[in-house]
């Protein structure tokens, strides 16, 4: 048995067996082709958009960052090498194969083969053979973002995980994930958690892990490999009590928001997905506090259109019925990427052109979303808020934004309801005019995983920072409380809806500020109610 120790980022105890995920490289199924001729022909068009798009993102970082650029153009080179090509070529043709197959048995070869050398030239040239590869795949239409986890529920063990993979997998089939990189407050981090899914950071994994027995144990951070029988003894025992607890806690489930001395609290449900909605109703969420709106962009071709985010918004506001639905408008950019948005490059993503500001500089997108929520609104409880606004300018030309889209579904008819507006409060710049911002809108959500970040100014990805990027700090509390008292100054409300919401720790606290709600993953409402009810502020 091995024992590794890593973050847990949400808590939880699974048993099984490791599949380990290599990012990016898709498998991919053979079948025969009859046409050899036109399969090559597929390839060639293939590699020339591959090319086309290598050229541009050489361009695009070339300003910003030479050897990243110089590393495209190299990859350029080797992609239209005649070695290459024939390579690949000559796969099709003689075993009558469809070209993302030949690519990808290209792309295991050449791996396999220079496995062992290890000068850095090589161990470059297998890389940019395997990047280029999975290029190919993906426009061969070989392959997708889904990851492939097959038929028995497994641990899955990965390098790094963006948001949009973890968002298209397969719930039931995943026990676990474990990986080196991201944090407690990384998005990918924030999605396991609310597919309910024990998560562990900070391990470096091995590929020759796929296939074993392991434990993780998302308490602790521990992941135990060929766990001996002992440990395996005590973690069937811990699995049992912790399911036991669980049903103890689903008490709660229609219990009220209250605390023991008659105080109302809003507790209510962060998601991502729509499959999400159901854990929002089975624990009994008031509502859904903060629906992250942009994760309908990612993991896809292009953008979504108006009438798809229509149907998905009326959805969910006749699931919810009365109970109120935030929509965070999308927070696109930083880790959050597709290739059609064709983000240029950045040299600090996370202070670029992200949240709001990429909405408003891609007024179309920001339109057809405005105006699906708006029609969506005639169907329930709607509400919407705005990510990463910092200043009143950007509250501006939303206003006029707004006022032209309701101007034009009135011209045709098109029945809406006047719904609750809010604004995130995650940067420093929002919390010291956020009684200007409150005069805007009905409601203010502090975002404290940004804030934090922004804050403190330490990256809420970087695992190195893990011991230092503190949610926690007095500068974070004292800007919740300067936010909760601003909007009520204002005779608006304030809430919480980062991470730390879910923070038992300071459920107490929270609630001497005045907060009004609580916005958690749908695996904390429950815990947290047990908090608020447990809660007397009566007395001192
Ligand atoms: C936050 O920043 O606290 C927040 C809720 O938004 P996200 O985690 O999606 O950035
Ligand atoms: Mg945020």
């Not at 729509?274 to 509502?287: H, P, Q, R």
């Not at 699906?372 to 501006?396: F, W």
């Not at 009905?442 to 403190?456: H, R, V």
Request: net charge negative; charged share 30%; hydrophobic share 40%.
């Amino acid at each position: 048995m091995e024992v590794f120790k890593g973050t847990a980022t949400f808590s939880g105890i699974a048993i099984g067996k490791i599949l380990y995920y290599s990012r990016g490289e898709y498998q991919i199924r053979q079948s025969l082709v009859s046409n050899v001729k036109k399969e090559i022909e597929e390839f060639r068009k293939a590699s020339d958009r591959a090319s086309e798009t290598l050229q541009g993102l050489y361009e695009k970082t070339r300003l910003l960052d030479e050897q990243e650029a110089n590393s495209f153009s190299a990859q350029k080179k080797l992609l239209e090498s005649e070695n290459f090509q024939r390579a690949i070529e000559s796969c099709i043709s003689s075993e009558k194969v469809n070209a993302a197959y030949a690519v990808m048995t290209n792309r295991d070869e050449m791996t396999e083969t220079f496995r062992n050398l290890e000068e850095p030239v090589i161990q470059k040239r297998i890389s940019d053979i395997r990047e280029i590869s999975n290029r190919l795949i993906q426009i061969l239409g070989g392959a997708s973002i889904r990851i492939n986890l097959g038929e028995e529920p497994v641990i899955l063990v990965t390098e790094s995980l963006s948001p949009a993979e973890i968002m298209e997998m397969d719930n039931d089939k995943l026990l676990a994930v474990v990986m080196h990189h991201g944090s407690v407050v990384s998005h990918t981090s924030i999605m396991a958690r609310t597919m309910e899914i024990p998560t562990l950071v900070d391990i470096v994994a091995d590929d020759e892990w796929d296939g074993m027995s392991a434990i993780v144990d998302g308490y602790t951070g521990t992941l135990y490999l060929n766990p001996d029988e002992e440990i395996q003894k005590e973690y069937k025992i811990r699995l049992e009590a912790d399911k036991k607890e669980k049903e103890e806690l689903l008490k709660l489930k229609n219990q009220k928001d209250m605390t023991a001395d008659g105080k109302s609290i809003g507790l209510y449900a962060n998601i991502g997905n729509m499959s999400d909605l159901n854990n929002v109703l089975f624990y009994g969420a008031a509502g859904i506090g903060l629906l992250r709106s942009e994760f309908q962009y990612l993991g896809r071709e292009n953008y979504p259109r108006e009438s798809e985010l229509f149907l998905a918004y009326k959805k969910i506001a006749e699931t919810m019925g009365d109970r109120p639905t935030v929509i965070r408008t999308a927070d696109l950019g930083a880790d959050k990427q597709a290739d059609y948005l064709d983000i240029p490059g950045e040299t600090n993503p996370v202070m670029g052109n992200r949240g709001i500001r990429f909405c408003l500089d891609r007024k179309k997108m920001f339109r057809a979303q405005l105006r699906a929520i708006y029609r969506a609104s005639a169907y329930g409880n709607l509400a919407m808020m705005y990510p990463m606004v910092s200043s009143e300018k950007e509250m501006d030309e939303i206003e006029a934004l707004i006022r032209e889209v309701k101007e034009n579904l009135r011209e045709k008819n098109v029945p809406f309801r006047e719904i609750r507006t809010g604004i995130m409060i995650e940067t420093p710049a929002a919390v010291m005019i956020s009684r200007e911002l409150a005069r805007r809108v009905d409601f203010l959500s502090i975002g404290t995983n940004d804030l934090t970040q922004y804050t403190l100014a330490m990256d809420r990805q970087n695992p190195l920072l893990k011991d230092k990027y503190d949610d926690h700090h007095p500068a974070v509390l004292r800007m919740i409380r300067m936010v909760v008292e601003a909007a009520h100054a204002e005779g608006r409300k304030a809430g919480i809806c980062g991470e730390i919401a879910a923070d038992t720790v300071l459920t107490e606290t929270f609630l001497k500020m005045g907060v009004d709600f609580l916005s958690v993953v749908p695996a904390c409402i429950l815990p947290v109610r047990k908090a608020l009810r447990e809660t007397d502020l009566s007395k001192e």
